[in-house]
């Protein structure tokens, strides 16, 4: 019999796929011994079960409910509609995965119209009873039957201003009781039901609302941005209320045992007293730093800073904790490894392991890897700011980073003007789960309420987001889509600049300056080199990207594209020269001047590498791409080759193609024009002659591209050493160089065995071979690769993250046999793969020796398969 619901005490925190991570946690606190209120866990399974049981939870699921109500009444001597001892629960979700503010919370449930009375009776304190039951109201109609927030909360509001109430304390009980029979009301008017008096059918309702939150919207949303699997569920935990809201001795906060934003070593927090735990999340009201605990009530501080101690210690990790205290009793409601910050996450790990809490293996584990990027994203230039006015400096800084753009006031105009290429900063008084997708498309998120702790600031730090919180002295209004400052206003598409890592607010773009890497960094990074097998090369051919590459750790150059040097206006006409010339002196001649513009390229390229291996792919793309296209460009070139628009059309009629992506380009080029190649491996090896007169050791490696068959390869490769070995006896001397081929095609792969023979090395050309092999067009595929994932049809863009079963196993396949064949060639990947996490994890796990990225992704990429290592390590596959 499959066992749906574990009591609290019959859990552990191994128990995350099971109990989800909130679960196991307070599964696991509870066998510390900590203050944590009674309840039962309701598993993933169930979730699941429910979801593919067309939304019926199951009847084994609901029996063992009533055993684990009738088991929890008996330990905590409470029931539901007791007179004297009554209950009342919270039920949260709580995935294997953290995903705070996705998922769906109902606290108070149990309360009716009776039970409020009875409530009001123990307490004797009909206003704290009252303010429960409206809370019930509220979160019930959203979550389960859907209805709009704003229809609760615009009448709340009203009802305040109304009776000249500043906040929702001043409230007195009989303004509750009025509140909760107009929120009845609601439910008839937008439910067409009323609001369930039954205890148990609340908390029915309640779970499944939960379980089917698994897959709202936002849920979707966030779970691909962060790659979490649709297919492993929610738990739901039942827990025992306690009250943060009754009273000015009680209160509920967020806190994190060291500084998520910075990694200090210090209690960072914050908490709201007589509140319940939505507000301080919600960012409805700004809280207090959780150090003024101390004076407020200093045995709780105390008592907090020791278990906060002894969680920390417990997991060998910071974590973020929910906690409510009641009457001057704390509780502690959620335990998890706090969402960080990429510079916090960096200082942690750090300080932990020089603390021997953890191992180097354990550091390098504890960072994720694409939060690696925000420490490379640009700050605001000094001199900049200085001409620069400041619309505020009150606001928090929730989420470092520096970013310009046009404000909105909504998702929806974030999301529609992103998709336009244009920036934006999304404005408003808070956000909520449902702004996820405007958070996503936004250079960066201001609000006016919530602290360091609220929605804002969580989900904008898990981005890498730049966020600013709790500025107070601006008025967002969403309604007039206007900003309203000391001063003046600010209107939808005004542009302003925000400061994540100081809170500073500014008019219009500030030019930015690329950040500066910390002694932590560098460190860490260190380490992450040490328990990495695979190297990491750039894909790069600008000094300026060279150099940030080389700073970054890369150990060479895995792609220099020879294609982008061509396109400088002086470079374009000489290229154009060589294509539509028809006489072999007159190509000849345009590429002897390109071949001098090439030689200044590579030996600038190849003096920075120094002896680190730089491998320099030939000519790839079709030879239209150097063609004009509109009648202005066209006119203008017929000038300059002093031929006429009639005559130049016509040449570029004759290059047309119908696929030139399978047509005329790579190798096929070159044994249709061998100078091509010819003057390009002249260029490499002259250049590193004239660096070798000069002291200075290089190691070039010419690709000869989109290879299909061995005789293509040995064709170009024969032509190229013996221009090679003319141009060394001529010098009298001698450089040390190989040549290779990029693996693109399938056909390559299933050959790679004879490939190998005469390969020098071989790099897999990730682009190209996943459009060979799915047939897919790399520059179309956008069109439909969306519509596929959300179908599930595909799991990942194979654009963007590997297709293991197919790509995955035909350089599985290519790389076996190439070691086979020649155990000493040397093998790579590039591409846009060759930096994405997930597939560097299987590469990790072959016969591949580096893999080749753009120079920003390397420090991440040198993470990823240094965690695959610590993860197990090569595996035989």
Known sequence: MTKYIYAFDEGQKSMKDLLGGKGANLAEMKRLGLPVPDGFTITTEACIEYLNNHSKLPDLLLKQLDVELDALSKRIQKSFSDDGALLLVSVRSGAKISMPGMMDTILNLGLNDE??????????????????YRRLL????????????????????????QHHYESDAEIPAEGLKEICEHFKAVYLDEAYKPFPQEPIDQLTEAIEAVFKSWDNDRARVYRQLNEI?????????????????????????????????????KLFGEYLLNAQGEDVVAGIRTPKD???????????HE????????????????????????????????????????????????????????????????????????????????????????ITKVGLPASPGAASGAIVFSAEMAKQQAEQGNKVILMRPETSPEDIEGMVASEAIVTTHGGMTSHAAVVARGMGKCCVTGCSDLEINITDKVVHYKGGSLYEGDIISVDGAKGDIYFGEVETIQ??????????????????RLDVRMNAETAQDIQAGYQFGAKGIGLVRTEHMFFAPERLIEMRRFILFDTQDKRIAALNTIKQYQKNDFEEILKLSGERPTIIRLLDPPLHEFLPNSNNEKATVAEQLNVTIKELDQYIESLNEVNPMLGHRGCRLAITYPELYIMQAEAIIESALELKAQGVSCQPEIMIPLVSTVAEFTTLKAQIISRIETLQQEAKEHIHYMIGTMIETPRACLIASELAKECDF???????????????????????????????ILEHDPFQTLDVEGIGELIK???????????DITIGVCGELGGDHKSIQYFNQLDIDYVSCSPFRVPGALLSTAQSEVEGGRLHV
């Open 303 to 390: 008592q907090f800073v020791k278990v906060s101690t002894q969680l920390e210690t417990h997991y060998k990790d910071m974590q973020d904790i929910e906690f409510t205290i009641e009457n001057e009793n704390l509780y502690i409601l959620q335990t998890r490894s706090g969402k960080r910050t990429a510079n916090a996450a960096i200082h942690i790990a750090v300080d932990l392991v020089e603390e021997d809490v953890i191992s180097k293996e354990k550091a390098v584990m504890n960072v994720e890897v694409k939060s690696i990027d925000q420490l490379l994203h640009p700050n605001f230039d000094e001199q900049s700011l200085k001409q620069t006015s400041v």
């Open 813 to 823: 396949i290519a790389s076996q046999q190439a070691k086979s064949a020649n155990p």
């Open 515 to 532: 950040a500066e890497r910390s002694h932590a960094f560098e460190k860490f990074m260190q380490w992450s080199e040490e328990n990495a």
């Open 138 to 161: 509220q979160m019930f109609g959203q979550v389960v039957y859907g209805i709009p927030m704003s229809s609760f909360d615009t009448y709340f509001d009203q009802y305040k201003t």
């Open 115 to 132: 039970n409020v009375k009875k409530l009001a009776n123990k307490t004797n304190d009909s206003r704290f009873a009252y303010d429960c």
């Open 762 to 792: 071989f790099s897999f050309g990730t682009n190209d071979l996943t459009q060979l092999t799915f047939g897919f067009s790399r520059d179309d595929a956008g069109t439909f690769i969306g519509t596929y994932s959300e179908l599930g």
């Open 229 to 265: 699997p649709h297919d492993i569920g929610t738990a739901v935990n039942i827990q025992e209320m306690v009250f943060g809201n009754s009273g000015e001795k009680s209160g509920t906060g967020v806190a994190f045992t060291r500084n998520p934003i910075t990694g200090e070593a």
């Open 290 to 300: 959780i150090e003024t605990l101390k004076e407020q009530m200093p045995h709780v």
